[in-house]
């Protein structure tokens, strides 16, 4: 599995859980939870990404840009996940917020596999691609991990 495959998986599995947090929308309990959920694969995937990829990325003229957007946008994005994070799950403010973190994650997804993807394959050697796969996989594993750990200890309080 080369990174773009890997990366891919984890687009997928972040569109998935969307999907859920939308469908519970008459449920205030069922949204924290799902929400919780995508902020762990959030966290892990951005950090495993940037690690990863738009660190390789940054090295190239040609895909500076790209990286430097993806990361201001996932910084957006953690900053809209904190702000949910303070709101009341049952208010109509808490289901907007919702509707904005959807759509501009979505927008993010589609403007990395779009755009990025294609730049990147054309700086990042087929080698190189393919060997980045795995350390994506493990560090966004290790990271969803210790994400939820942390999540645990913060529900224990
Ligand atoms: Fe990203």
Redesign the pocket.
Known sequence: MDIFDA?LQS?EQQRAICKRLLSAIGEPEQRRQVLDELKVEMAA??TA??RTFYVPLFAHDETVDAARH?IA??HEMDEMVEDLEQADPGSPEWLESIGKLVQKLEH??QE?EEKFFPQAREVLSRGQQKALGEPYREEHERLAAKEEEEQERAQQH
Request: charged share 40%.
């Open positions: 990366l687009h995937h951005e990404e940037e993806g946008e996932h993010h997804l990395e």
